[in-house]
């Protein structure tokens, strides 16, 4: 079985703020540790590394080159893997699309679905409700 997460849940991993953090920083661990493939897709890379810099979010918030350390330690894991869209992948998004009808914020998240379905991931770890919606995939909240 393959999974994946959210940016919001290493971004709570990160943020030592974060009433999460505790919950956060042990599951990142624990898959970083763990030998069951994890997807790291590149839009909640991205996500992370642009959240995780931005004054705006955090009061301290991570410098760039710490982010991008935090990305390449769970990266250099070997069962950590990563992609993109594939050929097939606008056919997959559509089919996403068609079924939750993504707008707004809400087309990040279909794009990540899209991701995981096309990469036969199915678990997504993540406290974002609205990834309930999607069908396909398994959405568990690490601080439930």
Not at 119 to 137: A, E, K, P
Request: aromatic content about 10%.
């Amino acid at each position: 079985m393959s999974q994946t997460v959210d940016a919001n849940v290493l971004l709570c991993a990160s943020d030592e703020a974060s009433p999460f953090h505790p919950r956060a920083r042990e599951l990142v661990e624990r898959l970083a540790r763990g030998r069951e493939i994890v997807y790291l897709f590149w839009p909640t890379v991205m996500a992370y590394v642009r959240i995780a810099t931005h004054p705006a979010v955090f009061a301290r918030p991570l410098s760039e080159r710490e982010a991008r350390g935090n990305v390449a330690a769970l990266l250099d894991r070997p069962h950590v893997r990563t992609t993109g869209e594939q050929e097939g992948f606008w056919r997959r998004y559509s089919e996403v699309a068609d079924d939750a009808v993504p707008v707004g914020n809400a087309v990040p998240d279909a794009h990540l679905v899209a991701l995981m379905l096309e990469n036969d991931v199915r678990t997504l770890w993540t406290h974002d409700r609205d990834f309930r919606r999607f069908r396909g995939i398994d959405v568990r909240d690490p601080f439930e």
